[in-house]
T-cell receptor
Framework: GQQLNQSPQSMFIQEGEDVSMNCTSS?????WLWYKQDPGEGPVLLIA?????ELTSNGRLTAQFGITRKDSFLNISASIPSDVGIYFC?????????????FGTGTRLKVLA | DADVTQTPRNRITKTGKRIMLECSQT?????MYWYRQDPGLGLRLIYY???????NKGEISDGYSVSRQAQAKFSLSLESAIPNQTALYFC???????????FGPGTRLTVL
């Protein structure tokens, strides 16, 4: 099945640094979403984006829906130890009776105190 | 109490065995989903159900079947388990719009 290309695959950063990750697709989506997964748990929604070009913030997190509708990025500012986890993008569309909810391959973030 | 629960949380089984994973939710959502997660591959959609009478195949449905017993319950079955079905399985729910999904804690399945 289709998967989204997410990069980087993993990151090791110092506490206080900013983080950027992105997600690209060969096809268009109507909604882009970013989830975080902690060890032993299911993914939890961080940000949802509904319009091309939209820029949305949630605390220290900022995400954008690409103009082409084929990409999105997530920034985390001033990272803290609890930001550790795996971040997934997801693209969603439901057109002509076909439902698509596709996840990226994930970015594993480790924060060094 | 968790809104989306999955049982069992861990299961080890042998090749050829039939196994059922169960999902229950108290969120009152109509839509429910089953995903599998493999290292380096993210989550992939197996089946989804928009209501009790509506069940649809996802990206990777071969080797799996589902049953929507009630609005709150959605089960995933492996009729004859094989080793490459070893994975982490997640159930999720959503409201009618279907974009934000709420995930259960997952079931770790190992097929020997």
């Amino acid at each position: 099945g289709q998967q989204l290309n997410q990069s980087p695959q993993s990151m090791f950063i110092q506490e206080g640094e900013d983080v950027s990750m992105n997600c690209t697709s060969s096809s268009i989506f109507n909604t882009w979403l970013w989830y975080k997964q902690d060890p032993g748990e299911g993914p939890v929604l961080l940000i949802a984006l509904y319009k091309a070009g939209e820029l949305t913030s949630n605390g220290r997190l900022t995400a954008q829906f690409g103009i082409t509708r084929k990409d999105s990025f997530l920034n985390i500012s001033a990272s803290i130890p609890s930001d550790v986890g795996i971040y997934f993008c997801a693209g969603h569309r439901f057109t002509s009776g076909t439902y698509k909810y596709i996840f990226g391959t994930g970015t594993r973030l480790k924060v060094l105190a | 109490d968790a809104d989306v629960t999955q049982t069992p949380r861990n299961r080890i089984t042998k090749t050829g065995k039939r196994i059922m994973l169960e999902c229950s939710q108290t969120k009152g959502h109509d839509r429910m989903y089953w995903y599998r997660q493999d290292p380096g591959l993210g989550l992939r959609l197996i089946y989804y159900s928009f209501d009790v009478k509506d069940i649809n195949k996802g990206e990777i449905s071969d080797g799996y079947s589902v049953s929507r017993q009630a609005q709150a319950k959605f089960s995933l079955s492996l009729e004859s388990a094989i080793p490459n079905q070893t994975a982490l399985y997640f159930c999720a729910t959503s409201v009618l719009r279907g974009d934000t999904q709420y995930f259960g804690p997952g079931t770790r399945l190992t097929v020997l």
